[in-house]
């Protein structure tokens, strides 16, 4: 079963009882009667708060956490800041932590060459299915990568898809700080990284660890890793919103509500269709598969239209 993503933009007091996650609104007809509705905490895959009165308690986080569902909280700007993970998300926990640390650089190396052959192929088929590119060249790339992609085909790739994907915004690059619609792909890909994160802790791995990303101060860098594939999905959905708009993209409600919906993206592997959220699943099963030696193969999605 798809698991729920629920967002709170406004005032809230977040609870739990009888293991439902029970949601207060404030009254705003001045009637005297708050709004209270519940969800069953089984169902929730992803909760994000986006407001400054927000309560929740401490009870409601530790069924979360329990329940290994992800909380992202944003800051003034809208935009995620923090996320919690259980700290035990898998009773193999010790033992698959252990495979993940004993992995060979070799092996590493591998996995890394998969993770960018089809992140590249997935960007050739957004670029040529969305904006009707050539890429033949990506595709090329992307069967020429090498083990831990020493050529650095991924960032070549890169600057022949950003500069096509955005024709109507001059010089469009990638930048976390840079102009719209960053802002969107910045939302889109912290929603996907906590997707990401939140299936590495349920099959036991250490979202921290990676198989490239290796930054000191990142503390999902595994995450950051096998979200790669994924990104041209989010790419996808970001294009749709940006060319129905005025070319001025804010983080309204509307907008976000969009993006909250990326867990439940179709994607397709081996030719099953399924939501993004499963896909990532089923990707991060197959990671613990080749660290335990039972594979050598990354489970990931094909970008279809």
Not at 104 to 118: G, N, R, V
């Given at each position: 079963?798809?698991?729920?993503?629920?967002?709170?933009?406004?005032?809230?007091?977040?609870?739990?009882?009888?293991?439902?996650?029970?949601?207060?609104?404030?009254?705003?007809?001045?009637?005297?009667?708050?709004?209270?509705?519940?969800?069953?905490?089984?169902?929730?895959?992803?909760?994000?708060?986006?407001?400054?009165?927000?309560?929740?308690?401490?009870?409601?986080?530790?069924?979360?956490?329990?329940n290994?569902?992800?909380?992202?909280?944003?800051?003034?700007?809208?935009?995620?800041?923090?996320?919690?993970?259980p700290?035990?998300?898998?009773?193999?926990?010790?033992?698959?932590?252990?495979?993940?640390?004993?992995a060979?650089?070799?092996?590493?190396?591998?996995?890394?060459?998969?993770?960018?052959?089809?992140k590249?192929?997935?960007?050739?088929?957004?670029?040529?299915?969305?904006?009707?590119?050539?890429?033949?060249?990506?595709?090329?790339?992307?069967?020429?990568?090498?083990?831990?992609?020493?050529?650095?085909?991924?960032?070549?790739?890169?600057?022949?898809?950003?500069?096509?994907?955005?024709?109507?915004?001059p010089?469009?690059?990638?930048?976390?700080?840079?102009?719209?619609?960053?802002?969107?792909?910045?939302?889109?890909?912290?929603?996907?990284?906590?997707?990401?994160a939140?299936?590495?802790?349920?099959?036991?791995?250490?979202?921290?660890?990676?198989?490239?990303?290796?930054?000191?101060?990142?503390?999902?860098?595994l995450?950051?890793?096998?979200?790669?594939?994924?990104?041209?999905?989010?790419?996808?959905?970001?294009?749709?919103?940006f060319?129905?708009?005025d070319?001025?993209?804010?983080?309204?409600?509307?907008?976000?509500?969009?993006?909250?919906?990326?867990?439940?993206?179709?994607?397709?592997?081996?030719?099953?269709?399924?939501?993004?959220?499963?896909?990532?699943?089923?990707?991060?099963?197959?990671?613990?598969?080749?660290?335990?030696?039972?594979?050598?193969?990354?489970?990931?999605?094909?970008?279809?239209?």
């Open positions: 079963m798809i698991k729920r993503t629920l967002y709170f933009g406004n005032p809230a007091y977040l609870s739990t009882e009888n293991r439902q996650l029970v949601i207060r609104l404030p009254d705003k007809c001045g009637s005297g009667n708050a709004v209270t509705k519940s969800i069953p905490i089984e169902d929730i895959g992803v909760v994000v708060l986006d407001n400054r009165q927000i309560t929740i308690t401490q009870a409601a986080l530790e069924s979360l956490s329990e290994a569902s992800a909380v992202i909280v944003c800051d003034s700007t809208h935009h995620p800041v923090s996320l919690q993970l700290l035990d998300g898998n009773t193999l926990q010790s033992e698959r932590f252990a495979a993940q640390i004993r060979s650089l070799p092996l590493k190396k591998q996995l890394w060459q998969q993770t960018i052959q089809c590249i192929r997935n960007q050739a088929m957004v670029l040529s299915s969305i904006r009707n590119c050539e890429t033949g060249n990506m595709i090329a790339w992307s069967s020429q990568v090498k083990s831990g992609d020493s050529d650095n085909l991924e960032a070549r790739a890169a600057a022949y898809y950003w500069r096509n994907m955005f024709p109507s915004v010089d469009f690059t990638r930048d976390r700080y840079g102009c719209r619609p960053n802002n969107l792909l910045n939302y889109g890909y912290a929603i996907l990284r906590a997707v990401v939140r299936a590495l802790v349920v099959n036991g791995l250490l979202p921290t660890l990676g198989i490239h990303h290796h930054n000191r101060y990142n503390a999902y860098c995450a950051d890793d096998i979200m790669e594939p994924y990104r041209p999905f989010v790419d996808a959905l970001v294009v749709d919103i060319d129905n708009s070319g001025f993209v804010d983080l309204t409600t509307s907008v976000k509500s969009r993006l909250l919906s990326i867990p439940t993206i179709d994607v397709v592997i081996d030719g099953c269709r399924s939501p993004l959220m499963n896909g990532v699943g089923r990707t991060t099963y197959s990671l613990y598969k080749c660290f335990s030696g039972e594979s050598r193969k990354l489970v990931y999605p094909s970008f279809t239209l």
